[in-house]
């Protein structure tokens, strides 16, 4: 079985490894940023409590899955049930570039157009990510990648991605 959890930086190529995984060994994918956010405007995270549910529901129909996002309060949830851990830990001008090219995210977006029109805010996100101590930051996603105990590897490029 695989259960495998990737985080890193927005931008860090975390959504294209998912599903790359996903696809070659056939098995679910739960990106984060589904079920961290309610379908409110503006965005409103869900509750701790709401998406501990929704992800425990995810991992109990799946025996083997693909988790990604940038949660550190929710990835903690489900690192426990991990088999191996990846950390996307790219410069912060590859993750701008990569946001840049990005192909349109359906699931997230109404449009392309849509998605374009935030990539200024994302990039200024993308940014403050060394400097963050939030459950979104650089300091975080190191921790968990510390306290892991099972196989684990951090990638610093695009090319170990692809």
């Known amino acids: 079985m695989t259960k495998t959890v990737i985080f890193g930086n927005s ?16 098995i679910a994918h739960l990106d984060l940023d589904t079920i961290a956010w309610e379908p409110s405007s503006p965005p409103v995270r869900r509750s701790i409590r709401d998406a501990r549910n929704q992800i425990g529901r995810f991992l109990k129909s799946n025996a083997s899955w693909v988790v990604e ?28 570039e990569n946001a840049k090219s990005r192909p349109w995210e ?7 157009e849509v998605q374009d029109a935030n990539l200024n805010m994302l990039i200024d996100w993308i940014k403050e990510y060394p400097h963050r101590t939030d459950t979104f930051s650089r300091s975080e996603h190191e921790r968990l990648f510390k306290l892991f105990d099972g196989p684990k590897v951090m990638y610093s490029s695009n090319e170990h991605i692809a």
């Open 11 to 26: 931008g860090s190529g975390k959504s294209t490894l998912a599903s790359t995984i996903a696809k070659q060994k056939l």
């Open 69 to 96: 996002g940038c949660y550190s309060d929710l990835l903690e949830i489900v690192l426990p049930e991990a088999s191996n851990i990846i950390y996307l830990n790219l410069s912060t001008d590859a993750c701008i």
């Open 106 to 112: 359906p699931h997230k977006y109404k449009s392309k």
